[in-house]
């Protein structure tokens, strides 16, 4: 897939003309995707994952998402966010403390907020008296719990938040499991590592030098359309393509006489071909392709026994939050099983060294301008997915 823009009176520099007719390759910018294109610091109207709910407790944390400071305390068993600012002069009430069951106290003058409303209740240092108190409010932001993790709802214009379950995969609502994990801030635009992780050329090149796939075949190309399906859009394989002559330059293929070898068949649950025996809840759920995304930014990769997911949480426009977990439907003695493989190998392996590859590419990429190729299907699919759905949110927030 290609694009182009009509001629641009000024060379790359601004400065000199360019030849008239002559046009830049590629697409030069995201101007078909507005909603997508303005989301740099991420798409607001939507739950994301911002800590381990370990890591929330009665000393506050200081966390970043869509751009928002925020600072997260716990109280009484309960989570609570509110904005990282003291009105007073602006200094982060993550730096303070609890003077008072349920709130939180700004460290420079003792003003004191609600946690539920961000009420300023009290100012230590203005006596009991103070005239201020009820006078002066805290941004709030609801807070939920699920899958170990603290999540905040940011939103577009004070609309109350959707039910987060409803944002969640839909087999994590339904089915028991057991889960390891890994949440990592890494440099780049979130929007570059949602299009890496729903890539689909990316994978078969770049990890073929991972540990992961030591002794795993990966095809060298393939034929793939996009279905939708609900609110996710999916990767289906119609054709798998092992090795390939290119002409002029010779054969290339990723088998090698210690890989297993690689089967005839098309197949759809996993990346290295078709299993022999799949997961009784991975098999009810019946996904047309292993690879899918949906808003704001959810990548489900779907193997015969586990399925991984990916959250990528905005922060700001150059970094994001990286949230990998891999979910096994099991329990009992079977569970204690998969926490050893995935302490002891998988969380390095794959959380490791095979996700840092594409932590590397995310953080080098640069776009637009950009020229794309048939795979890229793939991101032009996510895109318009994304300017669909947050357009649809935004007027019903009856935000501009």
Not at 5 to 10: A, L, M, T
Not at 17 to 46: C, H, I, K, N, T
Not at 115 to 141: F, H, M, W
Request: with cysteine; hydrophobic share 35%; proline share 8%.
């Amino acid at each position: 897939m290609t694009g182009s823009d009509s001629p641009d009176p000024k060379d790359g520099d601004g400065a000199r003309p360019r030849a008239r007719g002559l046009a830049r390759p590629g697409r030069q910018d995201w101007s078909a995707w507005p909603e997508y294109d303005a989301a740099a610091e991420g798409f607001r109207g939507y739950w994301y994952p911002v800590t381990w709910s370990s890591h929330v407790t009665g000393k506050p944390l200081a966390v970043k998402v869509c751009g928002e400071k925020i600072a997260l305390v716990r109280d009484g068993g309960r989570a609570y966010a509110l904005h990282d600012r003291c009105p007073h002069r602006g200094v982060p009430l993550s730096l303070g403390d609890q003077q008072f069951p349920g709130t939180l106290s700004c460290p420079y003058h003792g003003w004191t907020y609600r946690l539920n409303d961000g009420q300023l209740c009290a100012v230590i240092t203005d006596g009991p008296e103070s005239r201020i108190c009820g006078k002066v409010t805290v941004r709030t932001y609801p807070v939920e719990e699920r899958l170990g993790m603290v999540w905040v709802f940011v939103p577009i214009a004070n609309e109350e938040p959707h039910p987060i379950d409803s944002q969640l995969p839909e087999e994590l609502v339904e089915n028991q499991f057991v889960m390891g994990g890994r949440m990592q801030e890494r440099s780049g635009n979130w929007r570059f590592a949602a299009e890496n992780g729903f890539d689909e050329g990316h994978a078969k090149y770049l990890h073929r030098t991972s540990m992961w796939r030591m002794f795993k075949p990966m095809p060298t190309w393939n034929i793939t359309k996009i279905v939708p399906g609900g609110r996710w859009i999916y990767r289906v394989q119609e054709e798998v393509h092992w090795d390939a002559d290119f002409p002029g330059v010779g054969r290339w293929s990723n088998k090698r006489w210690w890989k297993l070898q690689p089967p005839k068949e098309t197949f759809n649950i996993g990346n290295t071909g078709k299993p022999k025996k799949i997961n009784p809840v991975i098999a009810k759920c019946d996904f047309p392709g292993f690879a899918s995304l949906s808003m704001p930014g959810v990548l489900r990769i779907v193997y015969p026994n586990f399925i991984h997911y990916e959250f990528y949480v905005p922060v700001d426009a150059d970094n994001h939050r990286y949230v990998g977990v891999m979910i096994n439907f099991t329990e009992g003695w079977k569970a204690a099983g998969f926490y050893v493989k995935y302490l002891g190998a998988i969380r390095w392996l794959f959380h490791g060294q095979f996700t840092g590859q594409d932590a590397w590419m995310v953080d080098v990429t640069d776009a637009p301008p950009e020229k794309l190729y048939r795979p890229d299907v793939s991101l032009t699919a996510w895109r318009g997915l994304a300017q669909d759905e947050f357009a649809k949110k935004k007027a019903a927030a009856g935000a501009k």
